[in-house]
Structures are given as structure tokens and as C-alpha cells.
């Protein structure tokens, strides 16, 4: 008989937006992805088959039609006699109800996908589909001698997701409508008609038992109304808040989906609401992470995970077996510069004063005991490690300042690349001038001087801890600019 059918726009959830569908078939735009849809349903039969309308029918009998059997949703059924529309039984007509006046009538069915993002009226008119039937009232149709049956539903030996329409498929006898009696958990439900859709049913986390009865046969589904579970792991940030990161380069993303089912889980996630994208590890191996970076990464000519700098918020769910889909849940990255490439390297302890006067010194773990300083057009990053005395900068091209101790006091006037993150700042801290500063989680135990810098500080969303006297513009932080649309692939 019928097999079970996905609506006419079954290739199109992975294509839930814009970007997706630009990236995936190089359209870009509503019009395209209606266009694509209607393209789509002109390759589908809509209606799978209906009352023969080859012969004029009488006007004793009953008319059906049997469209579609979206998963997701239900296929809309209308009737017409002469032109005027006339309430149905959805998939069927009792023109015994009508009372047609004697002569011959025209009846039409038009069956169409309601396909909510479509919203071109000629492309929504173009995805129906209609059957027409000549009324003689003056025909007597004879007994057919079919009885009410079940001949095909959705399957019964797998679970039923909790937002599903399930469907049963009858005998189409000329002289009744069959009246299906749905029950969930032994009570009634619905309708008598030949689906149900579930997410009208408002249903309870859990296992719940569906039936459908016609006289004495019974078809019984098993529903799957628990949510399968994301969970999510970050490779280690610099600094972190809750649910909100930061890195100043590449990092990695795992989702891991579970389900109280068996079956397969498959998780995904979207950035800064755009469209869903299934997660498969990495390209080159399911057991990897996702990688996402400022660049991008090249792999067989396409680029993957293309993440610009600023701040992105990342959504994940999963979907179970039965079709369920979890609650989404995110997480904020913020991602700033990475630190400039380093001319002189520093490691050990370095005794006394530390001057730098050009170049781009770096401190890996490293210890100073005396001063540092920091002289104009130069740069210092600093990672980890110990800075027992002052660090002073003038118009300093960057200095970076990562998950450091500096237990004396921090001067920095002008900078133009200034990061404070993760950073355990003893003494005064005075932030003066600089162009966009960042302090993010880092904590300041003398008194701060926060003035002249242009914007703002920014704690990108990871507070600090300020003990000491003053703060001026870092009282009260923003979270730092918005990044501009990821691309999850791309083609070179």
C-alpha cells in the first residue's frame, strides 16, 4: 500500500536558514529557499490516491482522498461543491449530507502542504494539488462489499516521538466513513479521523501508549515523550564565568547526546541563532572535536568552522531516535585578539629589571623579580608566571597580560593593544587612555584608576574582582562587540 512519507519539504530542516542555504546549494535568500521548496513538491505525490474520477459517481456514496503522511505535520484537505466550499470529514466527503439537488455537480478536493516558512502566495498555491469528480445524482452505486479496515500506518515497532502525526490508512467503502476511536494511555483522544497529531496533546515527559481501533482490530504505538540530554566541553579557556568563555585563539567544541532510548542521538548547534548544524566530530575523524577558529580550517578545499572575533552565542541540542528534540541550551564565547608573534622569549626566572624597548617579548611562565617596563611602539605578553615588581607601559604597541601575578603596581597609558585576563593584579592597577582595553576576570586588590580609555574596558562578560578604591570606567564593564556571522563550511 502507501508507504510512510516525510512532507514535500523532507530535504529541507538542515537548511533552516539564510546562511545554511547559501553555504549548502549556494542560494542566499527567501525567495531562493521557497523557490527550492516549491521545486521539491513538484517532485511528490501529494495526493496518493483518491475515489476514481474518471466516471461520474453517484451522489449516494462517499468521496475520499489519501494525501501524504508528513511526520512532522499534517496535510490541509478542502471541498468544494460548484465552486462553494463545504465542511468535510478532512480526507473524506459524505455526499449523502450535502442533499444535491437532482442533476450533476462538480466536486473538487485540494490537498496542500502548509508549510510555514513559505510565504509567496503563487508558491504556496503552487504546492496544492486537487481531484475533481463529476455528481449524477441520478447514479446509484452499488454495493461494493468492503468492510472497515486498517491497510497500512505509521509503524508500530519503533517508538513515536512526542510532536509526531500518526497516521492509520482504511478501507475506502462507498457507503460509510470508517471512525477510528485513538486512545492515549486508555482515554480517549482526537478526533475519528485517520491521524493525530500529538503535539496537540500537551503530553508528559515519559512513555505513554497510543491505540487506534476500527471494530475489532487495534494498532498500538509506544510514545516517546522524554527529551534526550546535550552535553557540551570546551577545550580550556583563558578565563571563564558560568556559561561564558573567552580565547584568544582556535578552540574546540564536543557535544555529546544521550537518551533513555536506544537508538541514535544525533546532536547539533547553531551560532548566534542561525541555522542548525549536525555535529560529527571533525572532518577528518568522528572522535574529534569541532574546531572552531578566527581563519577557519582548510580541509579537501572546503573551510570549516570559521569563527570571527567577538562575541557569539552558541546554542545545542540533540534529537533522539524517536525524532524528539531536546530543550536548547547555550553557552557565550568571546574571542579577542591573539597575542602578536614573539621576537625574544623568556622563561626561567629573570632577576632585576626587565626592560622593553622594541619587538614582542614574551614571558612563558616565567618569574621577574625586579621591574618591568614597557616602552613606546614595543610589545610584552605575558603568560602565567610571577611579576614580584612593578609593570609600567607607555604607548606600548600591546601588552598582554595572561593569568599573570604581578604583585606590585600596574601602570599602562596609551596602549594600543591592552588584555588583562585572568590576571592577579597585588598592588595598584592606574588604566589610562588605552584603545579598547580588556580586563576580564582578574582581580585588582589595590586601589584602580580607570579613566580616558576609548571605549571602555570591557570584561567580555567575566567579572572581576576589584577590592581596592576607585574603578571609574572599569565599575561598570561591557561585554565587547558582537562578532559578525560564522560560517560552519565554506566553499574556497
Not at 197 to 205: E, G, M, S
Not at 270 to 275: E, I, L, S, T, Y
Request: proline content about 7%; glycine content about 10%.
Amino acid at each position: 500500500m502507501k508507504q510512510e512519507a516525510r512532507p514535500a519539504t523532507v530535504g529541507i530542516p538542515v537548511l533552516q536558514s539564510r546562511e545554511d542555504v547559501k553555504k549548502s546549494l549556494g542560494y542566499y535568500d527567501q525567495v531562493s529557499r521557497e523557490i527550492m521548496v516549491q521545486k521539491i513538491t513538484a517532485k511528490t505525490m501529494l495526493i496518493q490516491d483518491a475515489t476514481p474520477s474518471g466516471a461520474p459517481v453517484g451522489a449516494d456514496r462517499v468521496l475520499w482522498v489519501e494525501p501524504m503522511r508528513p511526520v512532522s505535520h499534517g496535510l490541509l484537505t478542502t471541498w468544494t461543491v460548484d465552486g462553494k466550499e463545504v465542511s468535510g470529514d478532512r480526507d473524506t466527503l459524505d455526499l449523502r449530507a450535502l442533499e444535491l439537488t437532482p442533476g450533476t455537480h462538480t466536486v473538487t478536493a485540494t490537498v496542500g502542504d502548509p508549510t510555514e516558512f513559505v510565504r509567496d502566495p503563487a508558491i504556496r498555491a503552487a504546492m496544492t494539488r486537487t481531484r475533481t469528480w463529476t455528481v449524477d445524482t441520478t447514479i446509484t452505486t452499488p454495493p461494493d462489499g468492503v468492510a472497515p479496515a486498517f491497510v497500512s500506518s505509521r509503524p508500530t515497532d519503533r517508538p513515536v516521538g512526542r510532536d509526531e502525526v500518526v497516521y492509520v490508512e482504511t478501507t475506502h467503502p462507498a457507503a460509510g466513513v470508517p471512525e477510528i476511536a485513538w486512545k492515549l494511555d486508555g482515554k480517549s483522544v482526537g478526533g475519528k479521523g485517520g491521524d493525530l497529531d500529538l503535539k496537540t496533546l500537551d503530553l508528559a515527559p515519559g512513555s505513554h501508549t497510543l491505540t487506534a481501533s476500527l471494530g475489532d482490530q487495534t494498532l498500538t504505538w509506544t510514545i516517546d515523550a522524554a527529551p534526550p540530554a546535550t552535553a557540551y566541553e570546551l577545550s580550556k579557556p583563558l578565563v571563564r564565568s558560568g556559561d561564558t568563555y573567552v580565547y584568544n585563539g582556535p578552540f574546540t567544541m564536543r557535544l555529546t547526546g544521550t537518551d533513555d532510548k536506544d537508538g541514535y542521538v544525533v546532536s547539533e548547534s547553531r551560532v548566534n541563532g542561525d541555522g542548525w548544524f549536525n555535529y560529527f566530530g571533525w572532518p577528518t575523524s568522528s572522535e574529534l572535536p569541532w574546531t572552531f577558529s578566527e581563519a577557519g580550517t582548510t580541509i579537501d578545499h572546503l573551510v570549516y568552522g570559521r569563527l570571527p572575533r567577538g562575541r557569539h552565542t552558541i546554542e545545542y541540542r540533540s534529537i533522539d531516535a524517536s525524532g524528539n528534540y531536546g530543550a536548547a541550551k547555550d553557552f557565550t564565547v568571546t574571542t579577542i585578539a591573539p597575542p602578536p608573534a614573539c621576537t625574544r622569549t623568556v622563561t626561567g626566572t629573570h632577576r632585576g629589571v626587565l626592560t622593553v624597548t622594541d619587538g614582542v617579548t614574551c614571558l612563558h611562565d616565567a618569574r621577574v623579580t625586579g621591574p618591568v617596563s614597557v616602552k613606546k611602539g614595543a610589545s610584552l605578553v605575558v603568560t602565567g608566571g610571577h611579576l614580584s615588581g612593578t609593570l609600567t607601559a607607555g604607548q606600548a604597541a600591546a601588552v598582554h597580560l595572561l593569568g599573570t601575578r604581578v604583585d606590585g603596581a600596574l601602570a599602562a597609558d596609551r596602549t594600543t593593544s591592552l588584555q588583562i585576563v585572568g590576571a592577579d593584579i597585588r598592588g595598584a592597577a592606574a588604566l589610562t587612555r588605552n584603545e579598547a582595553p580588556i580586563l576580564s576576570g582578574s582581580t585588582v586588590k589595590g586601589a584602580i584608576v580607570c579613566t580616558g580609555n576609548t571605549p571602555a574596558p570591557a570584561d567580555l562578560g567575566v567579572p572581576n574582582k576589584l577590592s581596592g578604591a576607585g574603578a571609574g570606567q572599569c565599575a561598570d564593564l561591557r561585554h565587547g562587540p558582537k562578532g559578525k556571522a560564522y560560517e560552519a563550511i565554506l566553499a574556497r
